[in-house]
Structures are given as structure tokens and as C-alpha cells.
């Protein structure tokens, strides 16, 4: 009678144990569900009923980057500002999504557009001023509140700063990324169907 009764305070706190359990499993899939985007399709696209962020349908969770040095981006370098262009996506960086075609333009591309502009005023000879000085303050706000939200916790080796950079490229600290070749992938394929459909 004893095994008995233990057997089934046993079974009353398995069960009451798998019933929190399955309580939080339920609301954390639920979260998940909510935080994600619905499918395009269900977007009217008038005023804010819009998607935040680019549907990817085929990227990949995270991507492996090797962080080194490069003899390509330069400031200065004849190459250089055809190389920094070739960071810019078709289409200037906008996407057009929904019935409509509304327009939208796309972090990435608006943070390496920043890079361009601040790498062309430091190669510039003069100081920019008026507009140019505006967009160039703007960039760096930019950029500083893009570099916060994907905060990178990665740690470095304590020489970073004090190393050759020329001799000694790779800083061998991987970085797991967010699937960038899948937004570049995404936006051309916009550009495409956008540009076949006229």
C-alpha cells in the first residue's frame, strides 16, 4: 500500500511537472510565432500594415566569417572606389514588395552606401561642408546605431590594436554572421522580377 501511494505522488508531481513544462513550451512557440512576419500575402501594404524586414526565404541561420585584414577597400587605391561600389546592391538598395510595388529601402544597403560616403570624403582633398557634411554626420549616427543593434560580442585577442596588419591578416577570431549573401540573393532577385515585369 505504501509503494502504492509513493507510486502515485510520483505520477501526480511527473505529471504536474509536465504540465508547467509544456505550459512554457506552448507560450515560447507562441512568442515565436508572433515575432515572426507574416507571409507576404497577407500584407495590404497601405500605410504600416508592412513587413520589417526583407522576407528570406532561404537564408540560412547563421553564417561562418573569418574575420582578416584585405588589400582590397582602400581609401585611397585607383581601385578602391570601384571595389567599395561593388559592395552596392541592384537597384540601389530598395526592394519593391507587395501588389503594389511599394518601395523600400534595406538596412544593409543603406549602411554600406555610408561606408562609400565616408570612404569618398576621406579620399577627397578638400573638407566636405553644407550638405556633404550633414549626410556624413548622418552616416556615422547611422552606422554607430546599426553597430549597437547588432551588437557583437565576439571576443578578440588582445593585440588587436597593436598588431601589423599588413603581415598579420587574419585576426583568427571566426564571427557566426547573419546570412548576408541571402539578402544580396533576395534583392537581386527583386530587381529582376521588378525590371522583367515592365
Known amino acids: 500500500m505504501l509503494v502504492q501511494s509513493r507510486l502515485g505522488l510520483a505520477v501526480l508531481a ?3 511537472v509536465n504540465a508547467v513544462f509544456l505550459y512554457h513550451l506552448v507560450n515560447v512557440a507562441r512568442r515565436l510565432a508572433l515575432s515572426r512576419d507574416r507571409p507576404l500575402e497577407q500584407y495590404t501594404f497601405v500605410d504600416e500594415d508592412v513587413p520589417g524586414r526583407l522576407p528570406l526565404p532561404s537564408a540560412r541561420p547563421a553564417v561562418h566569417l573569418l574575420v582578416e585584414e584585405s588589400v582590397r577597400y582602400s581609401l585611397s587605391s ?3 572606389e570601384l571595389e567599395w561600389l561593388y559592395t552596392a546592391t541592384r537597384g540601389d538598395g530598395n526592394v519593391r514588395l507587395g501588389s ?7 538596412a544593409l544597403s543603406h549602411e554600406l552606401h555610408c561606408l562609400r560616403t565616408i570612404r569618398a570624403a576621406l579620399d577627397d582633398d578638400g573638407s566636405p561642408a553644407g550638405p556633404a557634411l550633414s549626410h556624413i554626420i548622418h552616416c556615422f549616427n547611422f552606422l ?5 543593434c547588432a551588437v557583437d560580442a565576439t571576443l578578440e585577442p588582445p593585440d588587436a590594436l597593436d598588431r601589423d596588419f599588413a603581415t598579420q ?10 546570412d548576408w549573401p541571402a539578402i544580396y540573393d533576395a534583392m537581386m532577385q527583386d530587381y529582376i522580377d521588378y525590371y522583367t515585369m515592365e
Not at 591578416?169 to 547573419?178: D, L, M, N, P, T
Open 14 to 16: 511527473l505529471s504536474v
Open 100 to 106: 503594389p510595388k511599394r518601395l523600400f529601402s534595406v
Open 144 to 148: 554607430r546605431e546599426h553597430t549597437l
Open 78 to 80: 585607383p581601385e578602391a
Open 169 to 178: 591578416r587574419i585576426q583568427g577570431v571566426e564571427r557566426r554572421c547573419a
